[in-house]
C-alpha cells in the first residue's frame, strides 16, 4: 500500500507554497502546480467483489459533486450526484470566486457539510484521487480536520481557509492505491466546524479490470426485478390505488416511510464451495401440529445448507437470513433463522436452484416473504449505495395489502387482509411518476437514489408490515470485519428519515399480473 499526495489551489495561479504543503501533507508527498486531469470517459462502478480473470480491461474515472442532481461542467463533463458516501444529508451553495479548472466552476458551487470522507467500490489498482474544497465561512484555525486514504494518514490538520482563503477553490490530489476493491477515504474533525466537500473526482493509473454491474443475488435477466417499467401501462385504478398507500405513509410515523437498514432488512451471506454444509433444524414457533413437508423430505430444503462460519440473520422478530451460493447457482432463505442449542434451526424457509434461471419466485408454499417473492433480489445493496445506483425493482412493504385471495405475479401468494378493493395487491409492480423532477422534491441522498430505480424500475409489492418501508442489506457482516455499520455513513442520517420528502403520492400502479406474458 502507498499514498501520494499533490495539491493545486486558485490562491496562487494555482500553486501552493511547499512551506505550507509541507505543514499540512505527510510522508511521502510531493507538491505540484497543476491538478491531476481527469478527462477519462466514466466507466461506472462496482462490487467490491473482485473477479476479475475475464474481464476486460479500462480506465477508471468517476466524478462527482455535492450538488442534488448530476450537472455538466463548460467542458461538457458530467458530474454525478452527491454520493452517499459523503456520510451527510446536509448540502449548500457556495459562491466561489476562483478555482483552480476554471471550466470545472460548477463543481465548487455546492458544498456537503458535515462530511465523513468519501467511499467507493472500484477495481483493484491503483488511483488519483482529487478532493476538490471550498471554505464558505470559516476562518483559519475554525475548521481543522484531518484525512486518511485507505488508512494512512495523508493531511494532518487540513485546514482550507489557511491554505486556500474563503470562497476559493482548492484541491488535494492523492495517489493511493486499492487492494481490498473499497477505495475508503475518512476525514476526522478536529474542531467545533465540521469538514466540507464540494466535490471528487477518482481515475485509475492505467487501465484496470472493466467493472461489472452485480446485484446482491443474480436471476434471470428477464425477471421482474430487472426489467424497466418506466413506459408500462396503469391500473385502471392507479390514482385510487396511490391514493390508498399515500395515506398509509402519511398518516403513520411522522409522515415518512420506513427504511429498514438496522432490523427487519435482509441479511445476505455468501457461500462458496468451501463453505460446510449442515442441516439446519426446526423450530415450530407456529405451532404447527407436525414437521412441514418438503423440509427433510422431498426437496429437503433444510437438508445440506451451506451455512458460512460468520453468517449472521437479520435483527427483529423476523430474523430473515439470506444465503447465496454462486458456485452452486442456488439460493436459501430463512425465516427466524437463529442459533439454537443444537446450532442453526429456523421456523421457515426455502430454496431456489437454478436462480440464474429464476425470476425470484420460491415454489408455493416456501420461502420467508408473504408473496413468495425471494427477498434479496430486491433489497437495496451495500454496494449500490456506494455506488450510488440501483439497477433493479425494490422491495416494498406495506402496512395494508389486498386481501389473500387476490396477489399480482410475480407473487405465487400473499397474507393481505384489506377488502378495499384499492389497496394494492402483494407482487403488484409500482412506480414513480417517471416524468417528474426529482429537483422539486428536497429528497436525501439516499431517497434521491431510491427514487431514480423507483422512476425506472420501481417496487414490488412483497409483504405486509407494520409500517410502508423498504429494506437494505444487512450491515453487520461487514461491521464484524471492519468495526462499523456501512448504513451509519451511506444513510448520513438517521434511518427514519432517509425518505424524507418522498413523493408516494407521485407513485404510478401497473395492472395487475403486468409481465406475466
Not at 477518482?202 to 425477471?223: D, E, F, I
Request: proline share 7%; charged share 20%; hydrophobic share 40%.
Amino acid at each position: 500500500m502507498f499514498t501520494q499526495i499533490r495539491i493545486a489551489s486558485s490562491r496562487i495561479a494555482g500553486r501552493a507554497t511547499i512551506a505550507t504543503a509541507s505543514a499540512l501533507l505527510l510522508a511521502p508527498a510531493f507538491v505540484a502546480a497543476a491538478a491531476v486531469p481527469n478527462t477519462a470517459p466514466t466507466t461506472g462502478k462496482t462490487s467490491t467483489t473482485q473477479n476479475t480473470a475475464a474481464r476486460p480491461r479500462s480506465v477508471f474515472a468517476v466524478r462527482a459533486s455535492s450538488h442534488p442532481s448530476a450537472v455538466r461542467d463548460a467542458s461538457g463533463k458530467l458530474w454525478e450526484r452527491m454520493p452517499l458516501t459523503f456520510g451527510t444529508t446536509q448540502r449548500s451553495r457556495v459562491t466561489v470566486t476562483s478555482v483552480p479548472s476554471p471550466r470545472e466552476r460548477i463543481a465548487y458551487q455546492s458544498l456537503a457539510n458535515n462530511a465523513t470522507g468519501y467511499q467507493l467500490p472500484v477495481p483493484n489498482g491503483t488511483y488519483r484521487v482529487r478532493l476538490m474544497f471550498v471554505e464558505p465561512s470559516a476562518a483559519p484555525g475554525e475548521r481543522v480536520f484531518d484525512i486518511t486514504a485507505e488508512n494512512r494518514k495523508v493531511a494532518n490538520r487540513f485546514d482550507i481557509a489557511r491554505v486556500a482563503g474563503r470562497n476559493r477553490g482548492y484541491d488535494l490530489n492523492i495517489t493511493t492505491r486499492v487492494t481490498d476493491g473499497l477505495l475508503n477515504i475518512k476525514f476526522t474533525s478536529r474542531s467545533a466546524k465540521k469538514p466540507v466537500i464540494s466535490a471528487v473526482t477518482v481515475t485509475s493509473r492505467g487501465k484496470v479490470a472493466t467493472p461489472s454491474n452485480t446485484r446482491v443475488v443474480k436471476l434471470n435477466a428477464r425477471s421482474p426485478f430487472y426489467t424497466p417499467i418506466d413506459k408500462a401501462p396503469l391500473a385502471a385504478n392507479s390514482e385510487q390505488s396511490i391514493a390508498h398507500l399515500a395515506s398509509q405513509v402519511r398518516d403513520n410515523w411522522g409522515g415518512t416511510a420506513a427504511t429498514n437498514a438496522y432490523e427487519f432488512n435482509g441479511a445476505v451471506n455468501i457461500a462458496t464451495p468451501q463453505t460446510p454444509r449442515i442441516r439446519v433444524g426446526f423450530h415450530n414457533c407456529q405451532k404447527k401440529p407436525s414437521t412441514p413437508a418438503g423440509l427433510y423430505d422431498g426437496p429437503k430444503y433444510f437438508v445440506n445448507v451451506p451455512v458460512p462460519a460468520n453468517a449472521t440473520a437479520a435483527r427483529g422478530s423476523d430474523g430473515e437470513m439470506s444465503i447465496y451460493s454462486p458456485a452452486t447457482d442456488q439460493l436459501w432463505e430463512f425465516w427466524q433463522m437463529r442459533r439454537g442449542t443444537s446450532g442453526w434451526e429456523a421456523c421457515w424457509g426455502g430454496r431456489i436452484d437454478k436462480v440464474s434461471s429464476n425470476i425470484g419466485q420460491f415454489a408455493f408454499p416456501y420461502g420467508v416473504s408473504a408473496s413468495g417473492l425471494a427477498m434479496a433480489p430486491g433489497l437495496i445493496g451495500i454496494d449500490e449505495a456506494r455506488r450510488g445506483t440501483i439497477n433493479h425493482a425494490m422491495y416494498l412493504a406495506v402496512l395494508d395489502s389486498h386481501r389473500w385471495d387476490k396477489f399480482s405475479w410475480p407473487a405465487n401468494r400473499s397474507d393481505g387482509i384489506s377488502t378495499n378493493p384499492n389497496a394494492l395487491m402483494e407482487g403488484q409492480r409500482i412506480r414513480l411518476d417517471p416524468t417528474i423532477n426529482l429537483n422539486d422534491y428536497n429528497l436525501t441522498p439516499f431517497g434521491r437514489m431510491v427514487a431514480e430505480a423507483a422512476q425506472k424500475y420501481g417496487f414490488i409489492i412483497s409483504d405486509r408490515s407494520g409500517a410502508v418501508a423498504v429494506a437494505t442489506q444487512d450491515g453487520r457482516a461487514e461491521q464484524a470485519r471492519t468495526g462499523i455499520n456501512p448504513w451509519g455513513t451511506l444513510l448520513g442520517g438517521p434511518a427514519y428519515s432517509a425518505l424524507k420528502n418522498f413523493p408516494w403520492d407521485k407513485m404510478q400502479a401497473l395492472p395487475k399480473d403486468y409481465g406475466k406474458n
